[in-house]
């Protein structure tokens, strides 16, 4: 199992990969600082040597001749654009205008993952806080989740609970991490001051959980601080799951390796190959902002070219559609005129579907139709806005059984306050009403780290929500059942499912766009000029089975209502039995108000 999900990402990667020589040549070292700090260099003193070309024109190129180099790869990525987001320089905007006195503890917290090169410096030289006046200036800043950052995080503390939430460990010592054995070294010490040495952990899960693993405090309506509480956990999602056995982790699909030999330095010229490399792509969920980076990145100050980014973009739409999550689907008639269709829907990853942040979601856009006409639609949304229609508020609780079109199957957190109230404020997120997220295969209640990722709301009562046929837990779907009544058996129906994805949710932004802040303010000049459509996850079509016809109440097909009807109906009701055609109400079950039903049919 460990070697077939490998093999599969890999060759989807490879794929993408060759599709993509196409978009255009990639600009590379174009901007990249190279300004240095006590602890830290910008991510252009690594490329000098970490890119095509120099004494060896051979290094850093794939088997296709392709540019394969770290900086290329990452330079469009989220993690590179950490500090240029805009939305997350509005929300923190937002976070501080709503608790001004605590806008050291903001700041600070929030660039430790943003802006973690000057942050984790300025602790080293013995500040208490780090602020985000002024990043712009800052090369080191605006380098983002840089080279010389996630390679020079140490082991001492991987995996345990005082690594999370950015307490990675970084000393003085300049001793660059990586995966090969025997490095040679002085090319790289003469060049950058810096020596690499092997270490197995730049590899783990455990370095990405240090990030990736964020509690954060939360307040009441004074903004006294009460605790913390987890804001994003898909390295403890992991953990309760069957991928660490399986030897998949998070670098498996977001950093996938080329298995070809490559040279990984363009110094020295004799310098030989390794395998395999891990590609620098860090490829997530988050196509919305890559869309905005790109299209606004000459006034971002982005680093990327638009072949960068539309690379970028690709890859994340490939990941999205082949590795994250599937549908099927089971139609068949629960009546004589109610048609049931069984959505299920599986997550393929080793965190939570959709995972991290609280402004994602995902949903079931499900669709009866004829030759001619629309019959039932449930989860369709507007595309001027991006919205779902017809949710409920203050938020679409989880089904298990849908009957209604203004009922939606969206699988999506929803924290809460210390009051019960449902909140999109960071800071007072104490908890969660609903997180209703598909767990991954194997996570059960008794697992590690249950306590953070706990199942919230209605889907903990759902008899098939990570469960399988036995009941037992760890199955990493669920299945949603659809009831679509009033309907005519003889006629063919055509039924469609999508599962649609968006990394920002208008909800939050709606409790976003409430602050009069510059930086929410920039941020909404950007938003509302890019589309936030769902991306397509998966789509699935099927007809529906022709169904049984019967005269509702005929029970001996005789096609006529009388007395004899009425005896086999109660016969039915007193043996247990299911007869579609005295389900007279279309409710499921046959009992005492279909006889009375029938009965009214007969005598009116």
Known sequence: MKYLKVQICNTLWQFAIVTLMVTGPFLVGQGLPTETSVLFAGSGVCASCHEPGGPNPGALLGPDGEDVSPTTQWRSTMMANAARDPLWRAKVSAEISGFPALQQIIEDKCTTCHTPMPRTEAHYLGNEYYSIDGIEEDP???DGVSCTLCHQIMADNMGLDESFSGHYQIN???????????????????????TPVYSEHIESSELCATCHTLFTPYVDSSGTILGEAP????????????????????????????????????????????????QHYFVGGNIFMLKLLKQFGGELGVTASEANFDSTIA?????????????????????????????RVQNNTGHKF??????????????????????????????????????????????????????????????????????FTLLMISGYAKDNRIPPIGFTTDGPHYDSTAVAGNALSDPDFNRDESGAEGSGSDIITYRIGSLDPLQQYYIT????????????????????????????????????APVVIDETSSLAPMGDVCLPGDLNDDNLLDVLDIVLLVNCILEG????????????????????????????
Request: charged share 15%.
């Open 354 to 423: 959709p995972t991290a942040y609280p402004s994602r979601r995902a949903w079931i856009k499900l669709m009866v139709t004829t030759d001619t006409d629309t019959v039932f639609t449930s989860g369709d949304w507007d595309p001027q806005t991006g919205q779902i229609n017809g949710l409920d508020t203050p938020y679409e609780p989880h089904h298990n059984i849908i009957d209604s079109p203004d009922q939606v199957q969206i699988y999506q957190p929803i924290p809460q306050n210390v009051y019960g109230d449902p909140t």
């Open 140 to 142: 080191l800043a605006m």
């Open 231 to 278: 804001e994003q956990t898909p390295y403890l999602e992991w953990l309760n799951s069957s991928f660490p056995a399986d030897g998949v982790g998070c670098q498996t699909c977001h950093m996938p390796y080329l298995f070809d030999p490559i040279v990984i330095s363009n110094r020295p010229n004799s310098l030989g190959s390794r395998t395999p490399y891990a």
């Open 497 to 532: 499912a999508e599962l649609l994805y968006q990394s920002v949710s208008p909800e939050y932004l709606a409790d976003l766009e409430q602050y009069d802040t510059p930086e929410v303010n920039a941020f909404f000049g950007y938003y509302n000029q890019v589309t936030n």
């Open 315 to 343: 890859l994340t739409y490939r990941l999205l559609q082949n590795e994250t999550a599937e549908i099927t689907l089971d139609p068949s008639w629960y009546s004589s005129q109610t048609l049931q269709v069984g959505v």
């Open 577 to 604: 039995e299911s007869c579609s055609c005295g389900d007279l109400n279309e409710d499921g079950v046959n009992d005492v108000l279909d006889v009375v039903g029938l009965v009214g049919l007969i005598i009116g």
């Open 172 to 194: 003085e010592d300049h001793i660059i991490y990586g995966p090969y054995t025997n490095p040679v070294a002085n090319p790289m010490i003469n060049q950058s001051g810096y």
